[in-house]
Every structure is written in structure tokens, then in C-alpha cells.
């Protein structure tokens, strides 16, 4: 075998060795790369569970403090707003003129951070410096707690702010916000209304306003910093201005407890001016707690006097059972059901309609009623909006009280003024539709067309019944109880109600509620004006009766309003003289 043959036997056999000896070899790596890989995957998936309960984990406390936040007390978690929110506008407020009645201004408040306050005590001191009426063991519990953020003192004025910065606190700071401001004080308090700490209507025209929309769209950041349209008002801030004046000074002058007026526009239902008293400043509305946030105008009921035997009077000639040639026998008190019904100044004879008006017969007044009958008489007061709450746009307005079963005694009373308690504003607003031609106007507070009031308004009465009450008004004006209503000039023609005030449940024969109703010029009728003062202990001539007080009242306000309003007056029997001076 040559040398070559033999290399190559070597090789073969070195190659069969070699294969051989690799089968268990190969065998072994196998095992080894299937135990790797499945220690990987092993891993893999214990690196997926730990990562899933890592953020199971995280979302865990996420949703335990959410639910220890939900639980907690809203002041121990945050006391701030939306800065959207706290900075939402409110609408200007106009009167009918333009005159600005409420408006917005800046203005900013202080917050804490506790946990950034240092030292609570000497915090609270240093405040106290700026802000001496601080509630100290507030502000430092405040301070002192676990939350992120407490309001200090909400609508600072610029000094304030200038003075607690030069402080130097730290974890102190200041948040924008906007405060409503009224130019006029109290002089329209009661139609106006207020807001609270937050700028949001809470009482007024101003509570009105966020009922329309403007809460929602607040809510949801929509007046942020935005200039809103002005809301322009009825109310000619003039005559308002006037009409708080007087009653402000009848009350002191006449020692009463209360009183109050407006002005109407008979025509369109228009309010030009209502104010009560005692009253407010919304600028301070916590200063006048429960007795000057009462609108009794609005929100007072009251039986009305003798003011309601206009209304009984009108409801007799309406029906066409009665004319004012009528007469009526008022010799003899009426005796009924234990009471007696008799005249307070009685003349003890028959007497006419023009007479029974004039002279406030209470007799002649029952004797109509009684003609008419109960149905009769519950459905024209009720037709002439006397039974039923006033609709208008303001929120503060009480329904009317009246007897849950009317029985003769009760048409009787209720016929001279005693036995339903109205508003103030009512009575007004049903006096107008007696003397406007016998239209029923809803009132409002915004500015309405006579064509808008036209389409609202409902006939409630004849136009010769409304020229039947003109008349009477007139001569009670010039002849009965209306004389100190008179303004030269002007015409006014008006009815007194000198009414007990109920107190207990009992009339009380020593305090009296008086009223007067009265329009003008009452040849062509313009404006209604009421007055009322509660419980007044003297008047002009020394007096408490409504002529002595109520009936002066309206006579101030129409001397004084009458030619803002554009009346013009007249004199002479037919209206032509001029007034000349010597």
C-alpha cells in the first residue's frame, strides 16, 4: 500500500471516529439550549407579573387616596376653586337711563400653604397687624392644618394687599377674583339683590340674572374674564333715589317701624322705583341681617285698609249692579256673626257711592259686597290678580293669604280690607288696572313697549268702570282722607287705608298699618304710586291715620318725581294757566 493510500485510510477512519464519537456530544448541547430557554421565558414572565403588580400596585394607592380625598372635609382638602371660576363676570346693571346700577371690579384674596408656613404664631400675629379683626385661633388652625391650600380673607382692598406683601410671610400668597360692587349703596337694595363670597346671585335682580343661565355658564368657565351685555333695568335710579329718601325719612319722622313705596307705570307695568325700609347695603349685605333683607314690598303681606274698598267699589260698578247715582243706608251698624261692623267717622244716614268712598264707609262697603255676593266678590278679586302670586321677574314675592272657607262675615270684612293679606306691589299693580282703562299689567323690572305690555295684559274691568274709579279718586283726593296727597299741578287722586295691625293673631287697636294709593295726573293716569308705613305713632297735624302719614308720603314723592318723569303740570280749571311770577 503506498504511503498516499495510506494517508488516506487514516483520514477515513479518523473521519468515522469522529462522527461517532460526536452523536453524544450533540445530544448533551441540545439539552443545554432547551434548559436556557426555558429559564428565559421563566424570567420573562416573572418580570411581566412584577411589573403588573407594580402598577397594580400604584393605581392601588391612587384610588385610596382618591377615596380618602372624596371622605375628607372639603376644607381639609382644598378651598379654592377653579381660577375660571373665581374669576367669572357678572353683567353690568343699568338703570333705564344707562346710569350704572352694579358692576364688577377686580379684586384679590389671601391664601395660605401650611405646609410652607414656618411658624403659625408668628404668622397669625404679623397678620393680625394688617387685619386687626382677624379670628386668631381660626386663621392659626388654619394654618396649622394638613391641607395644601385654606382662604385667609376673601376680597382684600389694594392697601390691605400692598401692606400684608411688605410682611414678608412665606407659604402666603394672593388669588385674582372679581367683587360686585353698587355704586347707589342701599338706594335699590331690595330690587337689586346681592351675591355672595363667590359672585353669585343670591338675592334680587341679581339672583334673577344666574337663573336665566348665567350660573351654568359660569360653572363651566364660559364668563371667565369676559365682558357680558349690561342688563338694563325698569328703575329710573332718580325717582328711585326719591322714593327711598321719603320712606327713609317717614319712617324716622313718623316713629314707625317700617315703610315702604313704588312707583308704577300704569301703562306698561314698568317698576320705576320700589324700595323698603329698613333695608341694606349689598355692598355689606351680612350688616343687615334678617330685618333689612326683608322686602316688604314684595315678599310682606299685609291687610290693606280701606285701600280695598277701591277695589269693592269697582267690582259693584263693574257688575252693573251698581252706578254712582247709587245710595246705600249707613245709619245703623251691621251686627253679624257676634261682630259688629260699624264707620270709624260714621254720618249715621244714607249714603251715595261717591260718599261711601269719600268717607270710607266701612258699613256702605259691606252693604256692596254683600250685594254682589261671596262668588261674585272671590272672583273679581281673584280676576284682578288679588288672590294669587304676582308674576314678575323678581324672586322675593309672597302669594297672598285669603280664608280657606269665605263665608258672609269674611266677604263682609274682606270688602273694607280685613280678612286677605296681600303685597304692597300687588295691591298696586291691581290699583293701576282700575284707572289704565281696565287692563291687568303683570309689573316687571325690565324695560318693557306699551305694544309688549298690550299683548301681556288681560281686561279685567270696563273702560267705563276705570272712568268711574278715576272720578272717585279724584274727589277722595280733593273733598276725603286724600287731601295731604295733593300736589299742585299734578292732579292726584288716591285712597287712604288706616288698617289694626295684626299682632298674634289679634288686631291691635293702638298700632295701625297704613297705606295710601294714588295716581297721577289722574285726568289721563300715568304712574300709580303706594305708600305704606307700619305701626307709626304720629303724623302731620299729630295724627297716625294714613291721611296723616301714607298720603303726605305720596305727595313728596310725586312734588319731587313728577317732573323727572316728564309730567308736566297744570293749572286752572281747564289746564291752560301758566304759573307767573311777580
Known amino acids: 500500500m503506498s504511503f498516499l493510500s495510506r494517508i488516506m485510510v487514516l483520514k477515513s477512519k479518523a473521519h468515522f471516529s469522529a462522527g461517532g464519537n460526536n452523536r453524544p456530544a450533540d445530544s448533551g448541547l441540545n439539552v443545554a439550549f432547551e434548559g436556557t430557554r426555558k429559564k428565559s421565558a421563566s424570567r420573562a ?89 382677624l379670628n386668631a385661633r381660626e386663621i392659626y388652625n388654619k394654618l396649622k392644618s394638613n391641607s395644601r391650600f385654606q382662604w385667609l380673607r376673601r376680597q382684600l382692598t389694594p392697601k390691605q394687599q400692598s401692606e400684608i406683601l411688605a410682611l414678608g410671610i412665606p407659604g402666603i400668597g394672593f388669588r385674582p377674583e372679581k367683587r360686585r360692587f353698587y355704586p347707589g349703596g342701599p338706594t335699590a337694595a331690595h330690587i337689586l339683590g346681592h351675591v355672595n363670597i363667590d359672585n353669585r346671585g343670591v338675592a334680587g335682580m341679581e339672583r334673577y340674572i344666574d337663573e336665566q343661565g348665567l350660573a351654568d355658564l359660569a360653572a363651566i368657565g364660559m364668563t371667565s374674564d369676559a365682558k357680558l351685555e349690561p342688563v338694563r333695568l325698569s328703575i329710573d335710579v332718580r325717582v328711585q333715589n326719591i322714593v327711598r329718601d321719603v320712606i327713609d325719612a317717614g319712617m324716622k319722622n313718623y316713629q314707625a317701624i317700617a315703610a315702604g313705596a313704588v312707583v ?40 290693606m285698609g280701606s285701600t280695598f274698598k277701591t277695589f269693592t267699589i269697582a267690582m259693584g260698578l263693574d257688575s252693573g249692579k251698581v252706578t254712582l247715582n247709587d245710595s246705600f243706608d249707613a245709619t245703623a251698624p251691621i251686627r253679624i256673626g257676634g261682630f259688629t261692623i260699624k264707620d270709624f267717622h260714621g254720618k249715621r244716614r244714607v249714603l251715595t257711592v261717591p260718599e261711601i268712598f269719600q268717607y270710607s264707609s266701612n258699613i256702605g262697603t259691606a252693604k256692596i259686597a254683600d250685594l254682589i255676593g261671596i262668588p261674585g266678590h272671590k272672583e273679581f278679586l281673584t280676576r284682578i290678580g288679588l288672590l294669587t302670586r304676582l308674576p314678575t321677574e323678581l324672586p322675593e314675592v309672597k302669594a297672598p293669604s285669603q280664608p280657606r272657607e269665605w263665608k258672609k262675615i269674611n266677604s263682609i270684612t274682606i270688602s273694607f280690607g280685613h280678612g286677605v293679606s296681600t303685597t304692597p306691589l300687588q295691591t298696586a299693580v291691581a290699583g293701576a288696572a282700575l284707572v289704565n282703562g281696565g287692563k291687568l299689567i303683570p309689573p316687571t323690572f325690565l324695560p318693557r313697549s306699551e305694544e309688549a305690555a298690550s299683548e301681556l295684559a288681560s281686561a279685567v274691568v270696563k273702560k267705563s268702570t276705570s272712568e268711574d274709579m278715576r272720578y272717585l279718586l279724584r274727589w277722595n283726593g280733593i273733598a ?77 314723592i310725586i312734588s319731587r318725581s313728577a317732573p323727572l318723569l316728564g309730567v308736566e303740570p297744570k293749572f286752572g280749571e281747564d289746564g291752560s294757566a301758566l304759573l307767573v311770577s311777580y
Open 45 to 133: 414572565k416573572s418580570r411581566v407579573a412584577i411589573i403588573i403588580a407594580s402598577f397594580g400596585l400604584v393605581y392601588a394607592v391612587i384610588g385610596g387616596r382618591l377615596v380618602q380625598y372624596g371622605l375628607a372635609q372639603p376644607e381639609t382638602v382644598s378651598s379654592i376653586g377653579r381660577a375660571d371660576s373665581l374669576m367669572a363676570s357678572r353683567p353690568d346693571i343699568l338703570d333705564r337711563n344707562g346710569e350704572v346700577l352694579a358692576t364688577d371690579i377686580r379684586t384679590v384674596s389671601l391664601y395660605a400653604e401650611p405646609h410652607k408656613i414656618v411658624d403659625a404664631d408668628e404668622a397669625v400675629e404679623r397678620l393680625a397687624t394688617v387685619l386687626p379683626d
Open 264 to 303: 308704577l307705570d300704569v301703562h306698561t307695568g314698568e317698576v320705576l322705583a320700589m324700595a323698603s325700609v329698613p333695608d341694606y347695603d349689598p355692598n355689606r349685605p351680612a350688616e343687615g341681617a334678617e330685618e333689612g333683607w326683608m322686602n316688604r314690598m314684595s315678599n310682606g303681606t299685609f291687610e
Open 480 to 556: 276725603g282722607s286724600g287731601k295731604r296727597a295733593l300736589v299742585p299741578g299734578f292732579n292726584v287722586g288716591g285712597k287712604t287705608g288706616t288698617a289694626d295691625k295684626v299682632v298674634n293673631g289679634r288686631y291691635a287697636s293702638d298700632l295701625n298699618f297704613n297705606a295710601f294709593l294714588a295716581a297721577f295726573p289722574i285726568d289721563d293716569p300715568k304712574y300709580m304710586v303706594l305708600t305704606f308705613i307700619d305701626a307709626p305713632k304720629t303724623g302731620e297735624g299729630g295724627g297716625r291715620t294714613a291721611g296723616s302719614n301714607a298720603a303726605p308720603m305720596v305727595r313728596d
